[in-house]
Each structure stands twice: as structure tokens, then as C-alpha cells.
């Protein structure tokens, strides 16, 4: 069975720092893509970044770039030049051939002024 | 370009009442998801369409939640008797599988069942 786990229940990181999410996944699928979301307190989940399984160099989008360890099955997201309104909640999410997207339990990332 | 539309943003109603969501998604994007996030948790998808045919509703309550989606465009979520534990927020999302990967989401409905 497909699973997404976020160990991080809750981040600090100070303004202007960089900061790291943990995430880790567990398919057997070889096709598959990874997902990061930030769900602000206004509830909608907007998309940040993607990572194919099968794509070689790590995905950056901006200020945000997925660390990709294939081996290890993880695909961290680094936030860099942190900002007060990236505090938020960010969900990691794997989809699969069925475009079905299943999503980690979240960290909670609080940018300190 | 207007982004995933939802109504209503909030819904408070008693046990055993029926509710039901409408998400009107990106223009164009021809499927729609549906998800349920409760508190503390990232959302579950309830129910994916492909147009207006339901391709993969396996998590959908079928007791109690019903969707549909007419025309391939519209849909509508509807709980009915609604549970204490339906309590959460409903999310739509819809994408253009031939050209992205990404799902676009909506701001959700926030149900309370008291």
C-alpha cells in the first residue's frame, strides 16, 4: 500500500533562514510522481512543487526545491530565504498511475520575525 | 483564468440533516476531484471523475454520499443523513491530465454537524 509520512509535526525557522520538511514515501509503483502543497490558515491547498520518479535532476521551483533521495525514498522540501508568509501548513503527496493523490499528515511551519 | 470555485465556504447543520456541496472547476480541466480533510490530518479523496463518468469512487461512502456530475463540468457533493463524524472540510480539486499533473484545489467547505 501506498504511504506518505511527514515526521514533523510542527517546524520553526527564523526569517530570511533556510528550512527543510522531511518527507518519505513507500509504493512499489516504478511510475509516480511527488507532490508538496502549502494549505495557509484561508484553507486552500496551493501547489508549490513536483517531482517525477523517473525525472534525474531535483525539481525547483523559486524559492522552493525538492531534495530527491530515489534510494532512500524521500523527497524533502527545502524552503530557502524563509518568509513571515510562508507560515503555513505543508502537506507532501504521492500520485500514482490512477492520478489519485495521497497525502502526508503535514508539518506546520511557523516563520519567526 | 478563475480558479476552482466552491460553495457554500461553511455549512453548520444537525445530525440526520442532508447537505450538499457544489464545485465549479477550472474551465477547461476535465477532471475533478473530490477529497475530505479532517482536522489535523491531509485530505482523502472521496471520489474522481473523468468527465462526467465516476472512475474511482472506492473511498466514497455509498450509504450515506452520493456525487455527481453533469455535463462533465459542475458537481455537487451530497451527504444525506449526515453524522457527527462528517464534521470536516470538503475539497474540490480538478486537473487536465494530457497537460499537467497538478491539481488545482478550491477554498473548501467547512461542515459543521452538531
Known amino acids: 500500500a501506498q504511504k506518505i509520512t511527514q515526521t514533523q509535526p510542527g517546524m520553526f525557522v527564523q526569517e530570511k533562514e533556510a528550512v527543510t520538511l522531511d518527507c518519505t514515501y513507500d509504493?512499489?509503483?516504478?511510475?509516480?510522481?511527488l507532490f508538496w502543497y502549502k494549505q495557509p490558515s484561508s484553507g486552500e491547498m496551493i501547489f508549490l512543487i513536483y517531482?517525477?520518479?523517473?525525472?534525474?535532476q531535483n525539481a525547483t521551483e523559486g524559492r522552493y526545491s525538492l531534495n530527491f533521495q530515489k534510494a532512500r525514498k524521500s523527497a524533502n522540501l527545502v524552503i530557502s530565504a524563509s518568509q513571515l508568509g510562508d507560515s503555513a501548513m505543508y502537506f507532501c503527496?504521492?500520485?500514482?498511475?490512477?492520478?489519485?493523490?495521497?497525502f502526508g499528515s503535514g508539518t506546520r511551519l511557523l516563520v519567526r520575525p | 483564468e478563475a480558479g476552482v470555485v466552491q460553495s457554500p465556504r461553511y455549512k453548520i447543520i444537525e445530525k440526520k440533516q442532508p447537505v450538499a456541496f457544489w464545485c465549479n472547476p477550472i474551465?477547461?480541466?476535465?477532471?475533478l476531484y473530490w477529497y475530505r480533510q479532517n482536522l489535523g490530518q491531509g485530505p482523502e479523496l472521496l471520489i474522481r471523475?473523468?468527465?462526467?463518468?465516476?472512475?474511482?469512487d472506492s473511498q466514497l461512502p455509498k450509504d450515506r454520499f452520493s456525487a455527481e456530475r453533469l455535463k462533465g463540468v459542475d458537481s455537487t457533493l451530497k451527504i444525506q443523513p449526515a453524522e457527527l463524524g462528517d464534521s470536516a472540510v470538503y475539497l474540490c480539486?480538478?486537473?487536465?491530465?494530457?497537460?499537467?499533473?497538478?491539481?488545482?484545489f478550491g477554498p473548501g467547505t467547512r461542515l459543521t454537524v452538531t
Open positions: 480539486a480538478s486537473t487536465h491530465l494530457t497537460s499537467s499533473h497538478e491539481q488545482y
Open positions: 509504493t512499489s509503483d516504478q511510475s509516480y510522481g
Open positions: 517531482q517525477g520518479s523517473y525525472d534525474e
Open positions: 503527496a504521492m500520485g500514482d498511475s490512477s492520478y489519485k493523490l495521497i
Open positions: 474551465s477547461g480541466h476535465n477532471t
Open positions: 471523475y473523468e468527465n462526467e463518468e465516476a472512475v474511482d
